[in-house]
C-alpha cells in the first residue's frame, strides 16, 4: 500500500513556522508508520498566537520531540518522506502549510478540506448549510469538522503533531477515502520547480491552456489564450446578440472546466460554470450583472483562484449531469 504524509505547522507572533508535526501513514488503513515532531530554533522563543498551546507532547503520543534549527527539521523531513517513498502531502487548508514549507514544494499536496467540506463526499453535511457547490457556508476548519465526523467535541492542542493526527485520524480515516479521490492543490503561481525529468514532465502536462469560444447568429470563432481585448469583445457580442460565450481553462481552476454565459435577461446573463468534482460533473449556474460577468471572465483568465472562489459563494442552482 501507498504510504503519505499530513503535515501540520504552527507559527509565531511573527508569522515564521516555530513547529512541524508530520504523520507517515498507509492509504486505506490509515495505519500510522512514523510520527516526526520538531520545534524550531530560534523562532519558537518569539512565541505563537495560541499562547496556550502545548509544546511538549502529551504522554500518550509515542514520539521524541526534536528540538533544532529549521534546516535541520526540514533535512530530516525529506530524509523521512524519501526513506518512505512519499510523494503526496495532505494538509487541512493546504494552501497554509504549503505557503510556510516552500522547501517541500516540489512534492504533490492534497488539501483534506477539499474533500472533508463538500456535501458530495461528506455525508454528515446538511444540505442546507451548503453553498451551490454543495462546500459547507461555514463552520469547516478542524474542530468543527472533527465533531462532525467522529462526535468529539476536545479543540485543537495547536500542537503541530497532535493536530496532523487529528487530521489523519478524526478527519480523513472517518471519511474513507483513498488519497487518490483527493484533488491535488495548485497555488496561484507555481513558482517551485523540480529539476528532476518526473516532474518536468508533469509540468508540460499541466501546461495552461485557455479557450475562448463566441457562438452567435451570425458567425462561431475560437480564440486560444485571450487577452483582455477579445474577452470584452465577446462580451459585447453578448450583449447585443443572442449568443453564448464559453472560456475554457486547461488545467481547471477550482474544479471549474468551463465557464458558460447566455445572452443577457433584465440585464443579467446566465452563467453556468462545470465543475470537476472527484470525477463527477456539476453544473452550477448563476445569474450576473454586466461587470459582474467581466470580472469573472477576467479572473478566469487570468487564473484569479480568489476572483473565481468568490462568484461560488453566490446563492447557485447546481446540478449533476455525469
Known sequence: MEKFAVID???NMKNKVMSIGMVIALDGTFEEC?????????EIEVGGWYWYAPFELPHYIKCDTRECSREQAIADILDCLQRNDVTKIFAYNAAFDYKHLPELNTFAWYDIMRIAAYRQYNKKIRAEDCCGTGRLKKNYGVDPMKKLLTGCIEDE????????LDELNCI?????YSIDDYPQYFPNTQKNKSSNTKKRNNTKKREVQVKLSVHNSENDYEVMKPNLNDLLNALNVL???SNNIILEYIPNICGIVFLEATAFEDDKAVVTLRLNVGGKLYDSKVNLLRH???NLLVDFANRNVEGVVSILEMPTETLCVG
Open 34 to 42: 512514523e510520527l516526526k515532531y520538531y520545534t524550531l530554533v530560534p
Open 239 to 241: 450583449k447585443i446578440n
Open 292 to 294: 459582474e460577468l467581466r
Open 9 to 11: 505547522t504552527e507559527t
Open 157 to 164: 492542542l495547536h500542537n503541530a503533531l497532535c493536530d496532523a
Open 172 to 176: 480523513m480515516k472517518p471519511l474513507g
